[in-house]
């Protein structure tokens, strides 16, 4: 029995041993799945925080950046408005200083007329004087003395106000006739456009060889005799390379045998017999070539009931240069202006056009006719029927004849603006020297005149007097005289300013 009891002692005792070790290793076990339970909720609570603490920097940044750009924008206000301030401060400053610039001006106005008052006063002071002395004067004369004093004052007084008068007259005249002239001017040249005339008449036949220069000379120079004598021109060959220089005073003749030997080069028959055959034909070519360019100048102007033997003679102009310029565009080119300056005045635009295309016909005359181009052309074209306003107006286009019209007045002006506009003509280098020296002896001439210069291309010049020999109005005069000399003694293009410079300098040097 008892050991029944401690079998069952022992037994309970080994369970209850294994009961609280099996506890103790559930509590164990138990424990551990707690902490990791609880580490597991720390890690989600961690990562949970940095979630929550990301957006929070998130938040915080983006309001950052808000209050920076708002903080930002409240500057650029403020710069703004500190400029629009600065802005006023300095409009103020201006108007401030643009006031006492008034004030000033006003004060120095009040001293002017202090100083006229002043003057006046001294002025009426003297009149009174000169009024008892001329109150104590009638007097002791008679009726008619003081008449003939009275008419003297009169005289004196007007005559002066007669200087005043003419003087502001012609200032204000020529200052109108110089802008309507201008403007008329302007509005014609701004009607045209053309090309500079850099071209000559060519006068050098480019050769294939050297060779070919034996066969023009020919056996005993006959070749070369022949075609001077069939051309009415001058061949000369020199060492030049595979050229040939053709020289005469007529532009058409020089035409022609440029053409012919030109022809006799690219054919290669060169003898007597075939020189007189290429000269026929290069003659009857450039014929030919003047009447189409004749025509092509009457066709391009629409002039109509033109001579039929006008015609050719305005061809050869095509032939000829003046400083460069091709009188035949020259020509057309002062067609052109003639009308349109006509047509600004209110005169009949075919008749300076008319006028403008024939005043260099004299030019391309031969020489049956005795006188200058103009005089020439004018005495050719009345012979050919044209009507006495054109005939007068070919003539005087250089001053030889008065003009009788305004049309004469037309083409001189059509004629100087194409001849002096830039890139028309070309003028030596000595001919330009000696027109500015003319131009500055002329005014050294009168008396008074301590220097004179001409300057813009001899477009002005500036007369430096003495001003204890010229007085003001001496000087005015001087400026008309020496304008009126000008216009009188000189030839020129287009005008020339006169300034006439009266002044004193004091210097004084400070030690």
Not at 69 to 91: G, N
Request: charged share 30%.
């Amino acid at each position: 029995m008892v050991d029944i009891l401690l079998a069952t002692i022992v037994a309970a005792a080994a369970g209850f041993a294994i009961a609280f070790t099996g506890g103790i290793i559930a509590s164990k076990n138990s424990r551990k799945l707690a902490r990791e339970e609880a580490n597991s909720v720390v890690d989600l609570a961690k990562r949970e925080a940095e979630i929550v603490a990301k957006e929070e920097r998130a938040k915080l940044q983006l309001e950052l950046e808000q209050k920076k750009s708002e903080m930002e924008s409240e500057a650029k206000r403020m710069e703004v408005e500190i400029d629009v301030k600065l802005k006023e401060f300095k409009s103020h400053e201006e108007s401030l200083a643009a006031l006492d610039h008034e004030l000033q001006l006003r004060k120095q106005s009040v001293e002017e007329e202090l100083e006229e008052v002043k003057a006046s006063k001294e002025n009426l002071l003297e009149l009174t004087k000169n009024s008892r002395r001329t109150m104590a004067n009638l007097a002791s004369m008679d009726v008619e003395e003081i008449k003939k004093e009275l008419r003297d004052q009169v005289a004196l007084e007007c005559d002066d106000e007669l200087k005043r008068m003419k003087k502001d007259m012609l200032e204000r005249s020529e200052s109108q006739v110089q802008r309507e002239a201008q403007k008329t001017m302007l509005t014609a040249m701004q009607r045209i456009a053309s090309k500079p005339n850099s071209e000559v008449t060519a006068s050098v036949v480019q050769l294939p060889n050297d060779d070919m220069k034996g066969r023009i000379i020919g056996r005993d120079g006959r070749n070369i005799k022949c075609f001077e004598t069939a051309t009415g021109t001058t061949l000369l060959i020199d060492e030049t390379p595979q050229m040939v220089l053709i020289s005469s005073f007529d532009p058409v003749r020089r035409e022609v045998a440029k053409v012919a030997l030109e022809n006799l080069v690219q054919d290669g028959r060169i003898h007597p017999a075939t020189i007189e055959e290429f000269v026929h034909e290069a003659r009857n070519d450039v014929d030919t070539i003047v009447s189409n360019a004749g025509e092509a100048a009457v066709s391009q102007l629409k002039i109509s009931r033109l001579h039929p033997d006008i015609v050719p003679i305005l061809g050869k102009l095509k032939f000829r240069a003046a400083y460069s310029q091709n009188v035949l565009e020259h020509s057309v080119e002062v067609a052109y202006l003639c009308s349109l300056i006509a047509s600004e005045l209110g005169l009949d635009p075919n008749i300076a056009k008319r006028a403008g295309l024939l005043h260099d016909i004299g030019k391309a005359i031969d020489a049956e006719y005795e006188g200058s181009h103009a005089t020439i052309g004018a005495d050719f074209v009345k012979s050919k029927g044209e009507d006495d306003v054109v005939v007068n107006a070919v003539a005087a286009h250089h001053n030889e004849v008065p003009a009788a019209s305004l049309y004469a007045g037309v083409v001189i002006l059509g004629d100087t603006i194409s001849a002096v506009r830039p890139g028309a003509r070309a003028e030596s280098m000595s001919a330009y020297i000696d027109r500015l020296k003319s131009l500055e002896n002329l005014a050294l001439e009168f008396d008074g005149v301590k220097t004179a210069y001409a300057i813009q291309a001899g477009r002005e010049v500036r007369v430096v007097l003495d001003p204890k020999v010229m007085s003001d109005q001496k000087a005015q005069d001087l400026s008309r005289q020496l304008r009126q000399k000008v216009e009188d003694e000189l030839q020129y293009p287009s005008s020339i300013k006169i300034t006439v410079i009266r002044e004193q300098r004091f210097v004084e040097t400070a030690k």
